[in-house]
Structure formats: C-alpha cells, structure tokens
C-alpha cells in the first residue's frame, strides 16, 4: 500500500515529527510504502511529490516547520476531485495522510465524500479544535510566550513600565490563557470575553500599587468591549483605515494616556511557531503519526486521530469541524484570580 502524506495550512512545531512516527511504524511494522506531497493540497494536484522513506525521516522530529513545505490551497478551488483522483492514479497512491487544521480537515472531508482515502491529524498552535484535548505546537508556543514574557517582566521592572505581550490566537485564547498563568500576568485578554479600557486600567493600577510593573498579555483576536465587527482582526482603526499594527500596539499607548504609567508593546507573531518543538509536542505528534498508521490499516477513512486524556482516540472529521473549542468562562475566572 502506497500512502502519500500533506501537510497543509499554517506550519506548526511538531509537523515533522508525524511524518517521522507515520513512516517508521509504516515501514517498520506494516511494510507501508510512503510519498511526501509537497506544500499541502497543491503539491497533490500539481503532481509535486518526493521520496519518504526512511533517510528522509532521520532526526527530523526535533526539527521545526514541515520537511514537505505547506500552502493554504484548497483543492476543490484549484484542481478538483477530478485530478486528485487522476494524480493519486497516475502515482499509484492509495491513500492519504492529511495533517493540517480546519481548512484542511474539511477539505479532507469533502474529499472523502468523493472516495478519496483520506485519514487525518490535527494541527494548530492555537489549540481551538473541537475534537481532541491538545493538538501539537501548542505547548512550544506557550514555552515560547512564556519564557517572552518573562524576558519582559525583568525589562519592563526594571524601567517601571507596564508590558504588553501580543501573542496569536486569532479566535481563541488559549495560548494567552496559558502563558498568561505560568508568567503570572497580571491581566490576560482573550478574543472570548470582551473587556473595558477600565477593568483592563484597573488591573494595571491595582498591579502598580503592589509595587510590581504590570504586565498584560493579549491574544491578537481580542477586542475591547467597544469594538464591534468591523474593528477585526487585522481590520480597521478607529478611524476606518487599515490597521496596521496589532491590538497590542493599539492598547498600549491607551494604558498609558489613562494611567500614567510608561507601557511598550511586544508582539511574538511568527516566533510562537518557529523552532524546535518541546518534548511534549514531539511525543504527541509522534504517537499521532504512529496511530495514523492503525487508521489506515484500520480503512478508518474520513476520520483523524485525536487526544482523550492520555489516550489516542479516532473521530469523524466532522466532530472538528464548525465549532471552535473556546476558553470556557470557568478557565478564564480560575486565572482572573490571580489578576488583583
Ligand atoms: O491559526 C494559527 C495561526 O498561527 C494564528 O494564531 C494566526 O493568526 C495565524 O495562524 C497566522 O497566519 P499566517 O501565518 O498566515 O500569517
């Protein structure tokens, strides 16, 4: 059986790390014989594939991004079924492996609905898939924001400033949820709970009074309880212009007009995703590649692997699919404590 694997949308700490769990248990135990499609869906109806056997997949596990490249082509709006079917044919693949995230779990899905061999596996640093406990590159991007904004507490005491940390989560907090809680942040700004220029001022004050340098955490999805739709991500200004820095750069002068107190902006951006992945996200990403290999073995099209507990669990792509796995208010109280 020959099996062609994609990874597809935003990179990710730990992608190389599947492949490698996916192609030593494939090879291995399962005599599977394995593809690399290059930069996601396109790579498969461009027909652009490379070796992926063993000497491909040495020592890549420690490696960041993807040893096969990814784009954010979606094939139904470039090639079609048609030519998936007619590649896979022509190159004698039988299968596929996609690792990606929302877009290109449902993509995985339709394909699928068409008879296309497909089994999945989850990837976004920013945790908000439905479906599965953690996913990988999440906790390298949180050991990343940390350990930033611990950089940034010793600056930011040392000058009496307040910091601003901006990391991603364009829908979900849950990476400032968590860095915010191991850096002791003394407020974190998530897009799921909208908040006033007062309460976010109060935290920084009542911070100050304290004698510490406040430092606040934001996700880029956030928005003050006074933005509406229109003021989105990467959106507009206030005055109807594009944006263009982020909502950390935007709420930083506005704490310092209001409360006196000196207050730079950070925004980690594309470094949460860089780099090699922490232990954890290696081990999660290869137990993953490795049950993606039972999956197949299993016919369990249609379907990717994800974390209960402990344990690797198959479900339907459509259990990802639709609805974010947001903070839920409980988890944001739990840390809010730690605030005043
Ligand atoms: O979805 C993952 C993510 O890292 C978001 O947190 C972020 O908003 C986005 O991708 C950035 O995308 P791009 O790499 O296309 O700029």
């Known amino acids: 059986m020959k099996i062609g694997i994609l990874t597809s949308g935003g990179d990710c700490p730990g ?83 996609a690792i990606g995230g929302e877009g290109t779990l449902a993509a995985a899905k339709r394909l699928t609905d068409e008879g296309i061999q497909i089994v999945g596996v989850p990837k976004t640093v920013d945790n908000d898939l439905s479906a599965t406990d953690y996913t990988f590159g999440f906790d390298t991007a949180v050991e990343i924001a940390t350990e930033a904004m611990d950089r940034l507490r010793t600056t930011g005491d040392s000058h009496g400033r307040c910091m601003v940390a901006e ?15 191991a850096a002791g942040a003394h407020a974190i700004l998530i897009p799921e709970r909208k908040t006033s220029m007062d309460e976010i001022c109060g935290w ?17 999805g956030f928005k003050l309880d006074t933005m509406d739709d229109a003021h989105s991500e990467r959106g507009l200004d206030a005055f109807g212009r594009p944006r263009l820095g982020g909502i950390g750069d935007m709420l930083a002068p506005e704490i ?23 232990a954890y996200d290696r081990v999660l ?23 209960r507990g402990t344990q690797i669990v198959n479900v339907p792509f459509e259990d990802a699919l639709g609805r974010l796995k947001t903070v839920p208010q409980s988890r944001y109280d739990e840390a809010a404590v730690l605030f005043g």
């Open 15 to 97: 992608l190389n790390a599947v492949i490698r769990g996916a192609v030593l248990k494939g090879i291995t135990q399962h005599d599977l014989e394995f593809v690399g499609i290059r930069d996601g869906w396109k790579g498969l109806v461009d027909a652009d594939l490379i070796p992926l056997a063993r000497p491909q997949v040495m020592g890549i596990s420690k490696q960041g991004g993807t040893i096969l490249g990814t784009s954010r082509t979606n094939p139904f709006e470039y090639g079609g079924v048609a030519r998936v079917k007619e590649v896979m044919a022509e190159n004698g693949m039988d299968a596929i492996i």
């Open 167 to 181: 990391v991603m989560g364009r829908h979900v907090g849950w990476i400032a949820l968590h860095s915010g809680m």
């Open 204 to 220: 920084v004050n009542s911070a100050r009074e304290r004698g510490r340098a406040p430092l606040i955490v934001v996700a880029e």
């Open 256 to 278: 310092e007009a209001r409360t006196g107190i000196e207050t730079r902006a950070t925004t980690l951006g594309h470094i949460q995703r860089g780099g090699t992945p922490t």
């Open 285 to 307: 990403a290869t137990r993953y590649g490795m049950a993606v290999v039972d999956s197949i073995l299993e016919g369990h099209w249609g379907r990717m692997v994800a974390l």
